[in-house]
Each structure stands twice: as structure tokens, then as C-alpha cells.
């Protein structure tokens, strides 16, 4: 779908890894690795975005440090591209929202470091959660986003015990 509007493969990975989690940072050489594309098609990419406002940049010792500019008027509307793109949104309307006792909801793995990946990584926060009807909306969401989807339930002290300084994307929380 987003490959038809945005034809360079290298700005779609980009756009993942700095708008889908405001808070990634990443330069040139790191994104070389990770992405698997060249340091002269990033580098271009990087200069495109960063002209055009959507990135802001940083020199942290010796490197130039490349994050969102999440002051960008599209920058809202970035992430909703993209969170629909991954299904981010589906996964919201038919799993968080129908469970109970659901406190939050975050994205691990590839997804919360802004890495494209075919399984998405969920932690689901909460105590007494009902694990064989969150099974029938995970696979109810999977024939909707056409992503395997595989999830963890942690209370809260869990998460933070077991997430402290790991990449996590909030993408539902309770409003009670």
C-alpha cells in the first residue's frame, strides 16, 4: 500500500525507524547496518528529510545524530500513515479496546525501534486477562493486518522490570 505513494524503499524504511517511535535516534552508520541499504542512498534520504523539516539533527561526539521532528506539522499525521500501514490501528480497534481489565498496551521488538518485521511484538499490561479470548482477537486481527502477532502479558511491575531501558511504543493505555 505505502509503496505505491512512496516509491524509495530506503525513505519508507526511515520513516518507520523515526516517525513510527518519536524517540528513536540513529546515525548515518548504525541506520547503514540496521537498514541494509547503502550509506550514499540513506545519506541522500536523511539530507532530503532533514531539508524539508521532517528530521532534526544532532552532533553527539563524533556523530551526527538524526531523530523526528515531532514539531512538524505532518509529523501527527506521519505516524497515523504509518501506524495503519503496519496495522497498528487494527490492532487497537479489535484487540485492546474488547479486553477488560487491559491497562496498556505496548509495541516490542523491531516495531518499537522503528524496524519493518512481519511479526509484531505486543506486551498487553493487566492482571485477569482472558488469554483464550485475547487469542481469538489476536487472530481475528492477524487475518486483518496479514502480520503474525505475538504477545506477552506482564503486570505492570513485570514491564518495568522486565523493559527497563529496552525500546517500547505505547499504543493503547485505559482511561480509567
Not at 551526527?64 to 512538524?72: D, E, L, T, Y
Not at 518495568?160 to 525500546?167: A, D, E, L, S, V
Amino acid at each position: 500500500m505505502i509503496e505505491s505513494l512512496i516509491t524509495s524503499k530506503t525513505r519508507i524504511k526511515l520513516l518507520l525507524k523515526f516517525f513510527l517511535n518519536s524517540q528513536t535516534k540513529s546515525y548515518l552508520r548504525s541506520l547503514e547496518t540496521e537498514l541494509g541499504e547503502s550509506s550514499n542512498s540513506i545519506r541522500v534520504e536523511l539530507n532530503r528529510m532533514e531539508n524539508a523539516g521532517l528530521l532534526d539533527s544532532a552532533i553527539e561526539g563524533n556523530k551526527k545524530m538524526f531523530f523526528a521532528n515531532i514539531k512538524h506539522p505532518l509529523f501527527d499525521d506521519i505516524n497515523n500513515i504509518l501506524k495503519k500501514f503496519i496495522g497498528i490501528d487494527q490492532i487497537t480497534e479489535q484487540i485492546t479496546s474488547r479486553i477488560g481489565d487491559l491497562q496498556e498496551a505496548y509495541l516490542t521488538g523491531d516495531f518499537a525501534i522503528g524496524k519493518d518485521s512481519e511479526i509484531i511484538d505486543m506486551t498487553l499490561i493487566g492482571e485477569h486477562l482472558d488469554r483464550p479470548f485475547i487469542e481469538t482477537l489476536v487472530e481475528k486481527a492477524e487475518s486483518y493486518i496479514h502480520r503474525r502477532i505475538k504477545y506477552i502479558i506482564l503486570t505492570k511491575e513485570e514491564m518495568i522490570q522486565f523493559y527497563t531501558n529496552k525500546p517500547v511504543l505505547l499504543i493503547w493505555k485505559s482511561h480509567i
